[in-house]
């Protein structure tokens, strides 16, 4: 089925341990983002992309590295992981002036 | 400064009747997109509705009406004729001129019957 394909779904890290979370559309949209949802909380904004090769931060950069070598990737690198970044994260993807379409989120915790 | 608030964390509603979800924003952009999202207890969000900084007609999809107030930097969500599947986490988000788009807190919606 069309949509964002995130993996894994669930992962524990190790303190300083470093990871890459997938995230991948497949409906040629031009806009990805990546968000972080704690609990009780709102989406953070991670980093954001408006096409392939083009990223740029958002409200929470910190600690996590972005690429977009193609329209249909946009994967997340955490560079060295703490428990600070115990959280839900979700990729999205959309159209101009259009709503997002979400991945199923990744659910990590960093012990 | 791009700011989405939502000032309600949480609203009760008798089945059937409507409920207004309240969102303010504030940004220095001529031009912006307003949305609103679902997120039931499964964690999945879901897009309900878009309106344009330039519409000048509110917008609405099937039970979701979006209510534009442009000079009061104002959208609210309207439900119309809640059932007990509208019962979830409801998040206003903003889209600035360079595609950059942060969320409110949300708000939790109960539906009673």
């Known amino acids: 089925n069309a949509g964002v394909t995130q993996t894994p779904k669930f992962q524990v890290l190790k303190t300083g341990q470093s990871m890459t979370l997938q995230c991948a559309q497949d409906?040629?949209?031009?806009?990805m983002s990546w968000y972080r949802q704690d609990p009780g909380m709102g989406l953070r904004l991670i980093h954001y992309?408006?096409?392939?090769?083009?990223?740029d931060q958002g409200e929470v950069p910190n600690g996590y590295n972005v690429s977009r070598s193609t329209t249909e990737d946009f994967p997340l690198r955490l560079l060295s992981a703490a428990p600070s970044q115990t959280s839900v994260y979700f990729c999205?993807?959309?159209?101009?002036?259009?709503?997002?379409?979400f991945g199923s989120g990744t659910r990590l915790t960093v012990v | 400064a791009q700011k989405i608030t939502q000032t309600q964390p949480g609203m009760f509603v008798q089945e059937k009747e409507a409920v207004t979800l309240d969102c303010t924003y504030d940004t220095s952009d001529q031009s912006y997109g307003l949305f609103w999202y679902k997120q039931p207890s499964s964690g999945e969000m879901i897009f309900l509705i878009y309106q344009g900084s330039y519409d000048e007609q509110n917008a609405t999809e099937g039970r979701y009406s979006l209510n534009f107030q442009k000079a009061r930097k104002s959208a609210n969500l309207v439900i119309s004729a809640s059932q007990l599947g509208d019962s979830a986490m409801y998040f206003c988000a903003m889209r600035e001129g360079g595609f950059k788009t942060i969320f409110g807190a949300g708000t939790r919606l109960f539906v009673k019957a």
């Open positions: 992309s408006v096409g392939a090769g083009i990223t």
């Open positions: 999205a993807s959309s159209s101009y002036n259009y709503g997002y379409t």
């Open positions: 409906m040629n949209h031009e806009y």
